[in-house]
């Protein structure tokens, strides 16, 4: 067997870049050459956050076999790509011209070629490509697999008038695919929450293009355990659980993912705070807040008076916010910290973390619940409220936010649940529980031979 050289897609968003990244190291412990490759625009961010931060001033620096490369989106580089149905439509018009030439001007170098292409399911056209080329290819979906079994199922939602042609919604009612699985809300699938009415059949039409490629697909491959989903993959024999990919991999040796500069100083705040006393709270990388209901949030840690750890990114509040009340960053200095972005999974990882207030993106999800932290969720579109459903009514190991008659968390809410939820022991003992699950997933359950049998597939069709 030559060299193995593989080609790793994501979907330019901080969510995806990340566990494909964490994919990528486990194919270069393995013995793969890796090609990463981002769009220009996302290759650049990376590059200024890690640069700003002195952690790796070179995309290819190190010993590693992980080399960063990146292609045009196809959107002119000041273009704002939070517009996802522009970012979609121009992804789909050139980057496979733009993909098929990369892989080409690997292929021409002397003793390389790219032996195999992983591509994020939203990426599916890369497989088009992969397949064009004869090259071995397999599909990477970065969050639940309760939530991919949606876009594996559009037809049958089309026929079933659930939605039109063109991903309209027609009909409203919770949907359940086998009796098991958890229940959907239509009115939360991915297309129809940004934009408009013409945004939201873009973004569908990009999405039911990508779906197509998955087309004979051998390997569809999923940041997930079965533990936690055991009866969609029951289900689904089709999609295989391989994470949680992070578990294990030393984040000394990573390449740069992140969209915004780590502040670190936290980590040594955390080492002076108690056992078991830090609430974290973050929103992701999507979230935005309205003004109102960033006021009840800062109320609110004003008023519970513990330790806290909040990652407000710079981007946090929407254009009309006024940001924090007057003072309050002085009055809150003596037990809470503010950074615009911090290292994640170290902070969840640590000792004094008690709760994570989250927006209960798939990513975090994962890191919490892998590191036995009970969760407040505060979903704010598309699968973070399946996510939600999850970790409150299956697993158990959080609570939702109760809104009120003006659609927001009051300072109120906010306050006693986290209270409640500090005090409740059982909700702890579950979720350490589903963490030594999360473990032994990767370590020597289901997770690991599906990720080692990946692994060896795609070794064998090069
Ligand atoms: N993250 C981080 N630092 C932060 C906040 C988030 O490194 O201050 C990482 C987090 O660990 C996760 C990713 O960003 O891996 C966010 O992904 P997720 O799926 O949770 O949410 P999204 O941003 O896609 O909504």
């Known amino acids: 067997m030559g060299v193995q050289h593989a080609l790793m897609l994501p ?14 190291r486990r194919m270069e412990e393995h013995g793969f050459i890796v090609t990463f ?28 076999c992980i080399r960063l490369v990146s292609i045009p989106d196809g959107l002119e580089p000041d273009a704002d790509r939070n517009k996802l149905g522009a970012l979609c439509e121009a992804m789909l018009s050139s980057m496979p011209n733009a993909l098929e030439t990369l892989i080409k001007d690997i292929n021409g170098l002397e003793g390389d070629s790219v032996t195999c292409i992983v591509a994020d399911v939203s990426m599916g056209w890369a497989l ?21 079994t ?5 037809q049958e939602l089309i026929q079933k008038g659930v939605i039109t042609k063109e991903g309209e919604l027609l009909d409203t009612h919770m949907i359940q695919f086998s009796p098991k699985m958890p229940l959907m809300n239509p009115r939360h699938f991915a297309w129809l929450c940004v934009g408009d009415t013409a945004e939201n059949k873009v973004i569908y039409r990009s999405a039911d293009v990508c779906i197509k490629g998955l087309e004979g697909v051998e390997w569809l491959i999923c940041n997930s355990f079965y533990e936690i989903e055991s009866t969609t993959y029951d289900t689904f024999p089709n999609i295989r659980p391989i994470g949680p990919l992070f578990i294990g991999n030393q984040p000394t040796q990573a390449k740069p993912t992140s969209f915004w500069t780590e502040d670190n100083t936290c980590l040594e705040w955390l080492d002076q705070q ?12 999507f979230t935005i807040f309205d003004e109102h209901q960033f006021l009840e949030l800062t109320l609110a840690l004003e008023n519970l008076g513990r330790p806290f750890l909040w990652v407000a990114r710079p981007d946090l509040v929407d254009k009309s916010g006024a940001g924090y009340p007057e003072g309050f960053l002085g009055r809150v200095a003596a037990y809470g910290k503010v950074v615009g972005w911090c290292p994640q999974k170290k902070v969840l990882a640590h000792p004094s973390i008690a709760c994570f207030v989250t927006h209960c993106g798939w990513n975090s999800t994962l890191e919490g619940l892998s ?28 609570v939702g936010l109760k809104a009120n008659e003006d659609g927001v968390f009051s300072k109120e809410e906010i306050k006693s649940k986290v209270e409640d939820l500090m005090g409740d022991e059982g909700m702890r003992e579950r979720v350490l529980k589903l963490k030594e699950e999360a473990i032994s997933s990767v370590t020597e359950g289901s997770s690991m031979e599906n990720l080692h049998g990946f692994m060896e597939a795609m070794k064998r069709k090069s």
């Open 11 to 24: 979907y330019p968003a901080q969510g995806h870049i990340i566990p494909m990244m964490e994919l990528s």
């Open 37 to 64: 490759v981002n769009t220009d625009f996302t290759q650049k961010r990376v590059l200024d956050a890690s640069m700003k931060a002195h952690t790796e001033s070179h995309p290819n620096k190190g010993t590693g």
């Open 128 to 148: 088009d490509v992969a397949k064009k080329l004869g090259i071995p290819r397999a599909a990477f979906w970065p969050a639940a697999a309760g939530c991919l």
């Open 150 to 154: 949606v876009f594996l199922k559009l």
């Open 274 to 285: 108690p056992s078991n006393s830090v609430i974290y709270i973050s929103f992701g990388s």
């Open 371 to 398: 590191n036995g932290v009970p969760f407040i969720c505060w979903p704010y579109f598309a699968d973070q409220f399946l996510n939600q459903t999850y970790i409150v009514d299956i697993w158990k190991v959080g």
